[in-house]
């Protein structure tokens, strides 16, 4: 059974930090893609980026870039989202996803449908 499980959110002022992990089971990271998406209340789910651990490739979104950085341990089946800088519309929940790795385009793996697994979601709220 594969489970992705997000951890590391909370409230925070902004101009501050926060870096959310999310931990795989039942699956190789060396075999698949991971993203983190967010969901604002009442908005669609927005890709922020996906990493492949084997390679060590990231696709960005440039919603975020210079902000948000991706990352992976692959000994430990994790993947972080640093994320500096925080603005109040940074306050959604917070979604780690996988994906088998088939394609190689930023525009497949920030794109929601492409998924096959995902977490629970973590939430980030940032205060002004």
């Known amino acids: 059974e594969v489970q992705l499980v997000e951890s590391g959110g909370g409230l925070v002022q902004a101009g501050g930090s926060l870096r959310l992990s999310c931990t795989a089971s039942g699956l190789s990271l060396d075999e698949y893609v991971l993203g983190w998406f967010r969901q604002a209340s009442g908005k669609e789910r927005e890709g922020l980026g996906a990493i492949d651990s084997l390679t060590g490739r990231t696709y960005d979104s440039d919603s975020v870039k210079g902000r948000f950085t991706i990352s992976s341990d692959r000994g430990k089946g994790t993947v972080y989202l640093q994320m500096t800088s925080l603005k109040p519309e940074d306050t959604a929940v917070y979604y780690c996803?996988?994906?088998?790795?088939?394609?190689?385009?930023?525009?497949?793996?920030?794109?929601?449908?492409?998924?096959?697994?995902w977490g629970q979601g973590t939430q980030v709220t940032v205060s002004s």
């Open positions: 996803a996988a994906v088998h790795t088939t394609y190689y385009t930023t525009s497949y793996y920030l794109y929601p449908p492409s998924y096959e697994y």
